[in-house]
């Protein structure tokens, strides 16, 4: 069974209403990224941080995914689907995608100070105060800037074993994360799924689809099934 991977960022959720960062409007904004996504922040203001995360679970209860989602989901029946990515919430696993890679965390989980202990909390709320066992406070299971991303060489590996790579609504610019490219086996199919224009130059046989992330895997799932059979 061949082993698709898809590398999925903010571009990936955004059909779906869930803001993203870099886009005019967008949540950069609206807020400092050193104040809310850094630990520097966390220990600056970590009361403007509970809020941010709060605000972004509270948000999850009013967004579904998408059919870029449903698509990457459904592609399980006929290949193995890993799907790595940079965004925290839990869209691609309401979609039914059963293997997933959160390189920043998770939304809708919260830990002590240091990682060790991971609690779901769902949509809930952190309140400021609220600590863990071990007595240290509950902070959100966010990798901020200025952390190390402790789950890049799974993901570079899982790369390394691709048979296809799906690049999905990010711009690969913010690093460990578009470093992972360059693991992929030489000669594979690459597809690049992005509305916006991207620079590919160093992607391997990339193939574009300039659209969002549901229209370009309705493309691109017509590529892979042809004459109604997986190519």
């Known amino acids: 069974m061949k082993h698709i991977v898809f590398l999925t960022g903010a571009g990936m959720s955004a059909e779906s209403g869930i803001s993203t960062f870099r886009d005019s409007n967008g949540l950069w904004e609206q807020y400092d990224v050193r104040e809310v996504a850094s630990i520097e922040g966390w220990y600056r203001n970590p009361d403007l941080i509970l809020k ?31 799907v790595v990515t940079q965004n925290v919430d839990d869209l691609h696993e309401r979609a039914g995608s059963s293997r997933v890679i959160h390189l920043h965390g998770e939304l ?27 007595g240290s406070r509950l902070r959100p299971f966010i990798v901020w800037f200025g952390e190390t991303v ?3 060489e799974r993901a570079a590996e899982i790369v390394s ?36 224009p991207v620079d590919s130059s160093s992607y391997l046989q990339v193939e574009i689809i300039r659209e969002k992330a549901g229209k370009g895997m309705t493309i691109l799932r017509e590529k892979l099934y042809k004459n109604g059979r997986l190519f």
């Open 52 to 82: 941010f995360y709060n605000d972004r679970r509270a948000q999850l209860r009013e967004v579904e995914p998408n059919e870029g989602h449903k698509i990457i989901a459904a592609l399980e029946k006929d290949l193995q689907v890993t």
């Open 108 to 134: 809708t989980k919260v830990c002590n100070e240091n990682k060790t202990l991971i609690y779901d909390i769902g949509t809930g709320v952190i309140n400021p105060g609220d600590k863990a066992e071990d």
């Open 150 to 152: 402790p789950l890049i």
């Open 161 to 196: 074993t691709a048979d296809i790579v799906v690049i999905i609504g990010t711009s690969m610019q913010v690093y460990p994360a578009a470093g992972l490219i360059h693991y992929a086996k030489g000669g594979i199919p690459v597809y690049l799924i992005d509305p916006n």
